[in-house]
């Protein structure tokens, strides 16, 4: 495997190639390894997300289940 060149890219570079090289660094240029901690970063944030809507969505339904009762309550 050749030597790779760690030194950062230009800040106008694409954000794709920042992010792998700085993988790359952080495995020592193993890129294999590099890619399986992108993957797990990449799962581990979606699953984030996931998490985030799924309690934001719970939130906005017990808020229309709240107004709810409340519009029957004062039309009783």
Known sequence: MAPRDETPPPASACPIETIAQAYLVTTEGDEGQALRIAITDALSDLM??????????????????RGASDDGATEA
Do not use: C
């Not at 998490?51 to 939130?59: T, V």
């Open 48 to 65: 984030d997300a996931d998490r985030r809507a799924r309690a934001q969505s719970r939130l906005i339904s017990r808020g229309y289940v």
